[in-house]
């Protein structure tokens, strides 16, 4: 290599040695493990083919858990990018304060998703939760709801602080992309007589259309693989009714301590994640999205 190319090398090198390290040796270790009779209680470490596999599908809630990921997933995708976009619009054009207010939107981007879990657990409460009396006062409900307990109110109370926390993702990038747009464009979109919902639709939409893209790629794989506010505010119950598929796997190896089986549903994980994006990127390339 020449003098250059040695530099480059030597360079990444390091960045390459630590991806390695924390995320490809691991998942690799979790797919030999996905193939491995690997449980604590009895320490062994045989190869028994897909049985791991035939045990998770075999199991009555993976298949709850398979259901409340796509609900966990859409609803809170689809929530957190409507919202998010709006913020963006709001905050687009400047006023008094908005450093400020900006600032205040962003701050649960900069909070652990435990500690977000945590709080809205307590608002949540069936007795002494904010959620309660307001819905009280409002005269929504006659009566308190004990939320994280009832199995047809948990997972959506879950997905109603994921949606809160993830809001301000889509508000920084779409903000972002939003800026960048050409005031040009909407001074020649205004001259032919466009309302501002067809500038809306034909000059802003195309032209943050990547980052659209990239964005809710990237939102939809965290939020399968984003177990902290559900185990911090149910821990996938009342039995097993808010469990998605990364809470499931974390729960066979901390209560069952069954590594084998948690690796497999991990494998499983990520061949969704990996056929969702393909197909995702193939679409929008066909679309001519990039």
Known sequence: MSKDRRFIFFMILPTVLFISLVIFLPAIRSI????????????????????????????????????????????????????????????RKPFRGRGVYTALVFYPWAVSGFVIGLQWRWMFHGSAGVINDLLLKLGLIQERIAFLSDPDYALYAAIVANVWYGVPFF???????????PQELYEAAKIDG???FAQFVNVTIPYVRPVIINTTLIRF???????????????????????????????????????GVASAIGVIIMLILATYAYVYLKINRSEGGF
């Open 171 to 181: 508000a920084i990038m779409l903000l972002a992309a939003l800026q960048s747009v």
């Open 32 to 91: 030999i493990m996905a193939f491995q009779d690997y449980n604590m209680y009895f320490l062994t470490k045989k190869f028994i083919g897909f049985k791991n596999f035939s045990d998770a599908f075999s199991d009555p809630v993976f298949a709850q858990a398979m259901k409340n990921t796509l609900i966990w997933t859409l609803l809170s995708l689809t929530l957190q990018f409507v919202l998010g976009f709006s913020l963006a619009l709001l905050l």
């Open 194 to 196: 466009a309302s501002a």
């Open 221 to 259: 794989i965290w939020i399968v693989n984003f177990p902290d506010i559900i185990f911090s505010m149910t821990n996938g119950g009342p039995a097993g009714s808010s469990h998605i598929l990364s809470t499931l796997s974390i729960a066979k190896v901390y209560n069952e301590y069954n590594y």
